[in-house]
C-alpha cells in the first residue's frame, strides 16, 4: 500500500511537471508570435512600398524577438540540470558591476535615461569578492538593468550601487519608473508576470531569471516601491566570499 501511495504521489508531480512544461512551451510560442507577426507585416509592407517606416518597424521586431530569444536561452541555463554544474569561483562585484553597465549604456541613452553606479568604495577591493559563476550574476545585473531602464520613461534615471558591509555585499538598482503595485511584488518572480497596467512590451522573464541566479548563489532579493509612478528599488544581498556549500536548485 505504502508503494502504491509512493507512485501515485510520484505520477502526480510527473503530471505537474509537464503540464508546468506545456504552459510554458505555449506561453513562450505566444511571445515569440507576435514579434514575428510584426515583422512578416511589415515586409509585405516594404515589398509594396520603399519605406523607411517599415523597415524601422522590422528592426525593432527583430530586436524583441532577439531579446526574448536571448530571455529563454538564460533561462534554460538555470534550470535544475545546469545547476549541479555550476562553477563557484571569487567574483569581484565592483569590476562586474562597471562591466554591466558599459553593455546596457546604449540602451539607456537611446531612451535618454540618466544610468550611474555608486560604489562605497571609489576603487577595486577585494570587499566586493563573492563565490559566485561571473557568466550567471553578469545575466542578473543585465536582467535587473535592463528591467529597470525598460519601465522608465524616457528622460528617467537608474542607478546601480554597491556597498559593502559588515556582514553581506549589497546590491542596489533604483529607478524612478513606473513603479510596482504593493499586492504584486511577489509576482513579479514568477515566469511571464507582467505588472498590470503598463504598456510597456517585456517577455515576463528577465526578473524570474534574476531570482532563480539569486538562489542559486545562496543569496536573497527584496522589491521596494511605493506604488504605480513611484519608482522601484531592488535590493540583492551576498554573503561575503562565503561559498555555499551546495547550490541551491530551482522548480
Do not use: W
Not at 128 to 143: A, H
Amino acid at each position: 500500500m505504502v508503494l502504491i501511495n509512493s507512485i501515485n504521489l510520484l505520477m502526480g508531480r510527473l503530471r505537474n511537471a509537464i503540464q508546468a512544461q506545456n504552459q510554458f512551451i505555449a506561453d513562450a510560442a505566444h511571445q515569440l508570435r507576435t514579434p514575428i507577426a510584426g515583422i512578416q507585416a511589415q515586409v509585405e509592407v516594404t515589398l509594396k512600398q520603399e519605406r523607411t517606416r517599415p523597415l524601422a518597424m522590422i528592426s525593432e521586431s527583430v530586436f524583441k524577438l532577439t531579446h526574448l530569444v536571448n530571455q529563454l536561452l538564460r533561462l534554460s541555463h538555470n534550470q535544475p540540470e545546469a545547476a549541479n554544474v555550476i562553477e563557484l569561483a571569487p567574483v569581484n562585484l565592483f569590476m562586474l558591476a562597471q562591466e554591466t553597465c558599459a553593455e546596457v549604456i546604449h540602451f539607456a541613452l537611446q531612451k535618454h535615461i540618466d544610468l550611474g553606479f555608486e560604489s562605497s568604495a571609489r576603487q577595486l577591493t577585494p570587499d566586493f569578492e563573492v563565490f559566485g559563476d561571473s557568466q550567471r550574476l553578469k545575466v542578473m545585473l543585465l536582467n535587473l538593468l535592463d528591467n529597470a531602464i525598460r519601465y522608465t520613461p524616457d528622460g528617467g534615471k537608474v542607478t546601480l550601487a554597491l556597498t559593502a558591509l559588515e556582514d553581506c555585499i549589497e546590491l542596489r538598482v533604483e529607478d524612478n519608473g513606473v513603479g510596482i503595485p504593493e499586492n504584486e511584488h511577489d509576482m513579479i518572480f514568477e515566469r511571464f508576470h507582467r505588472v498590470l497596467d503598463n504598456s510597456q512590451e517585456g517577455s515576463g522573464l528577465g526578473l524570474s531569471i534574476v531570482k532563480e541566479i539569486v538562489i542559486l548563489h545562496g543569496a536573497d532579493i527584496a522589491v521596494a516601491s511605493a506604488g504605480k509612478g513611484a519608482g522601484t528599488i531592488m535590493t540583492v544581498r551576498f554573503n561575503r566570499k562565503v561559498k555555499p556549500s551546495e547550490p541551491q536548485h530551482v522548480a
